[in-house]
């Protein structure tokens, strides 16, 4: 089994910066990509960047030179700078990895951190 733990969160005011960190532990083989997703109050589950194992990233077109992906062996950072009140969400870590040389890929979710941008 694989377990996802983000940190990170808080408040912060409006064009101010956090750094959210998530690390993936227990049974990981192989690590296929890392991502972070938000989901704001009565809003769907949305990507906000992913790095891949060739350190391929892609983002969202709202992260776009604000925020910026890293990844260091199995600990999966987001830097994010000048905040925007409309980035307020529950921010979640996704670990797409392989638990053994024997089993496919699947997705493993951290438990969320609060982000809240203040006008």
């Known amino acids: 089994q694989v377990q996802v733990m983000e940190s990170g969160g808080g408040l912060v005011q409006s064009g101010g910066s956090l750094r959210l960190s998530c690390t993936a532990s227990?049974?990981?083989?192989?690590?296929?990509?890392m991502g972070w997703y938000r989901q704001a109050p009565g809003k769907q589950r949305d990507l906000v960047a992913t790095v891949n194992s060739d350190g391929a990233t892609e983002y969202a077109d709202s992260a776009k030179g604000r925020f910026t992906i890293s990844r260091a062996h199995k600990t999966v950072f987001l830097q994010m700078n000048s905040l925007k009140p409309e980035d307020t969400a529950v921010y979640y870590c996704?670990?797409?990895?392989?638990?053994?040389?024997?089993?496919?890929?699947?997705?493993?979710w951290g438990q969320g951190t609060q982000v809240t941008v203040s006008s």
């Open positions: 996704n670990v797409h990895a392989n638990a053994s040389p024997s089993t496919t890929g699947e997705h493993y």
């Open positions: 227990g049974s990981v083989f192989n690590i296929v990509a």
